[in-house]
């Protein structure tokens, strides 16, 4: 159990900062992005495929097109588990015991209790079962139990958050928005991480069907580069999972010292490699392959590894999990073109 809600509200009021960074728009953007990772945990549980993300001023509003969220008030009419979210911060790996969970905001990722309790006014409508269930609260207080809204054939969720002038200020006297910029980047990035999912933001529609590929192909992945004089270089893709994680790595060229690598894990980067990224260099080694650029995402999938992470991804098991299911792909692709110790640089 996390500690009570009365507990949690007062925490979060008094040291916001402590949660989101700092109280004004890179914070506000922690709230926007801590309500997506909610709507691509919906796409990696397989029932999603579209996060619609907008605001005005300070009122953020995500959709997706997920199963929904258990809302509903159990038998005995004590909160569903949804409404416990909201509310209380979890002491576990994950909210209700499942993985994996989208790491959009950053490693330690801030869970629906805090973004709660510093809006002015937070309303969550889920669809379960042909039934719409709705809730509200008042800076992280229910305005009472969840309430069905409308019945029939609709499917999905909506946050819709205010954020609160006590804590972010008035936005129309110089209080916190959200910043276009960022929010747009990273919801750009988490169409590339996550191929098949639909990122909208407000008339922008990112939506990269062959992932990190995309993102390679760009050169967006690592910077401006040479292209050594070719005039459509190869790139490798490949997404594969084994239960336990699933994999996606994309990369291209041929490094005359060596790789230029980026990589991240449940959404979120990881400066300092790791695992994913010694697996996938094992894989490009026994293929004799050099890559100029190499990407790779790792979505950990065992609530073993469910959790915070750090700059660097240190899974002993990931490493040869990521081998196994990358070298035959790899060694594929080098001799299809002719990649190798001995191809050009």
Do not use: K
């Amino acid at each position: 159990m996390g500690r009570p809600a009365s507990e949690t509200v007062a925490a979060v009021r008094h040291r916001p900062a402590a949660y989101f960074g700092e109280v004004g728009p890179r914070g506000l953007d922690h709230v926007v992005l801590a309500l997506v990772a909610n709507a691509v945990d919906a796409f990696l549980a397989g029932g999603a495929s579209v996060v619609d993300v907008s605001w005005d001023g300070a009122h953020v509003r995500v959709v997706d097109d997920g199963a929904g969220l258990p809302l509903a008030p159990l038998s005995d009419g004590t909160p569903g588990p949804a409404s416990r979210w909201f509310t209380e911060p979890h002491v576990v790996n994950t909210a209700d015991g499942d993985a994996p969970r989208a790491l959009v905001t950053g490693p330690h990722g801030i869970g629906l209790a805090p973004v709660c309790a510093v809006a002015a006014r937070l309303t969550c409508t889920s669809w379960r079962e042909g039934v719409a269930w709705r809730q509200s609260w008042t800076r992280g207080v229910p305005d009472g139990p969840a309430e069905v809204a409308s019945r029939g054939a609709g499917r999905g969720t909506e946050v819709s958050f205010l954020a609160d002038p006590e804590i972010w200020g008035d936005p129309d006297d110089g209080g916190a928005v959200p910043r276009p910029g960022p929010i747009r980047g990273t919801l750009f990035l988490m169409a590339h991480l996550f191929p098949g999912l639909e990122v909208r933001c407000g008339r922008e529609r990112f939506l990269a069907g062959r992932g990190l590929a995309d993102l390679v192909q760009v050169g967006a992945a690592a910077g401006p580069v040479a292209l050594g004089g070719w005039d459509d270089p190869p790139v490798f893709h490949h997404h594969a999972g084994d239960g336990t994680l699933s994999v996606q790595v994309a990369a291209w060229g041929t490094a005359a010292d060596a790789t230029a690598w980026r990589t991240w894990a449940n959404g979120c980067e990881t400066p300092g490699g790791g695992s994913h990224g010694e697996g996938a260099a094992r894989a490009f080694a026994r293929a004799g392959w050099t890559p100029h650029t190499a990407t790779v995402h790792v979505v950990l999938r065992d609530v073993r590894f469910a959790g915070p992470l750090w700059d660097r991804l240190d899974i002993p098991e990931v490493v040869a999990r990521v081998e196994r299911l990358l070298t035959d792909a790899v060694a594929n692709f080098v001799r299809r073109w002719g990649l190798g110790s001995d191809d050009r640089a």
